[in-house]
């Protein structure tokens, strides 16, 4: 018989991040689900900083087409600042990530055009149905963006146990002005990710790799 710990296991060994998704509605009820489970991870104090905004229907749609016209015009303005830099391991990674991406789409690595039009998806949300905008209070600071990223994950993971899939976007905060403005978000809160969500379309190459992940090793520095 499985034990808890192997059925947690599978599940996140089959969360991925989505980059093509099928127009399909998520229920209402998969949706409540969802967040019920999420909202039960750790914080700071139990704070629970987390606040979200979930599109459905027509309001994803009209989302999607005001993003994509702010990005032709904006630059991007982030309410945190995102990393200075990629080096060593981390820069490794995130270019096999790359590399990986645009291989299951033949997209030579040289094909400038054909990787910024792969990277102009995210603003299409890659056609998902509903998108979730997580927000913390700026007073709270990092540790406030530390116990979301714990309900990202736990979001995330919820929906890969109903085989609903789902991609963490952080290309979306760092137009946060505009996200602001359409969501009518209080200045006071940090805008800090999107996830869209909805059901993979599975016969899109974009969907056709994983990434991988460090052994224990490279993680863990053990001590006595």
Request: charged share 25%.
């Amino acid at each position: 018989m499985s034990t808890e710990y192997d059925t947690l296991d599978a599940v996140f060994a089959a969360r991925f991040s989505c980059r093509a998704f099928r127009p399909d509605p998520v229920a209402q009820d998969d949706i409540e689900r969802i967040i019920a489970l999420a909202r039960r991870v750790p914080s700071w104090c139990n704070a629970q900083p987390w606040q979200v905004v979930i599109t459905r229907g027509d309001e994803t749609d009209r989302f999607r087409r005001a993003l994509q016209l702010e990005v032709e015009s904006a630059s991007h303005t982030p309410d945190i600042p995102f990393p200075d830099s990629y080096s060593g391991v981390y820069q490794a990674r995130r270019r096999t990530c790359g590399f990986q991406l645009y291989e299951s789409l033949g997209i030579d690595r040289a094909d400038r055009g054909g990787r910024n039009a792969q990277m102009m998806r995210n603003f299409a949300l890659f056609d998902a149905p509903h998108v979730a905008i997580i927000t913390s209070p700026a007073e709270l600071g990092p540790y406030g963006a530390m116990d979301c990223g714990g309900f990202v994950t736990a979001f995330t993971v919820a929906a890969q146990s109903l085989g609903i899939a789902t991609i963490p976007q952080a290309a979306i905060a760092s137009y946060a002005p505009f996200v602001h403005r359409h969501f009518d978000i209080a200045e006071d809160r940090l805008v800090l990710c999107a996830i869209s969500f909805g059901y993979g379309d599975m016969s899109d190459p974009a969907n056709g790799f994983r990434t991988e992940r460090a052994e224990i090793d490279e993680i863990v520095d053990w001590r006595g």
